[in-house]
């Protein structure tokens, strides 16, 4: 079972994230992206929004990056012999 906290806008569990975009322009997609309570960090394009998405979300949860990261030095191995 999930520890559950209390926020402003309901409960949510320990597992899950909260992260804030502001977009300030469109064309091209620009703005800051943080998580909760942390500072904010700029992007420029969309690839950067998923970029700094993809840092924040390994950041956020260190056991499920590196599992990842595990997983993906493991089939490169693979595909190497």
Not at 5 to 34: C, Y
Not at 36 to 51: I, K, M, T, Y
Not at 59 to 80: C, D, G, M, Y
């Amino acid at each position: 079972m999930s520890a559950k906290t209390k926020t402003g806008s309901g409960t949510r569990s320990a597992e899950q994230v909260l992260i804030h975009v502001w977009v300030r322009t469109l064309e091209p997609v620009a703005g800051r992206i943080a998580l909760d309570g942390r500072p904010s960090a700029a992007f420029a394009g969309w690839l950067h929004l998923l970029q700094r998405l993809s840092d924040l979300m390994a950041f956020a949860q260190p056991a499920v990056h590196e599992a990842s990261v595990r997983q993906l030095r493991h089939h490169e191995t693979k595909e190497e012999k």
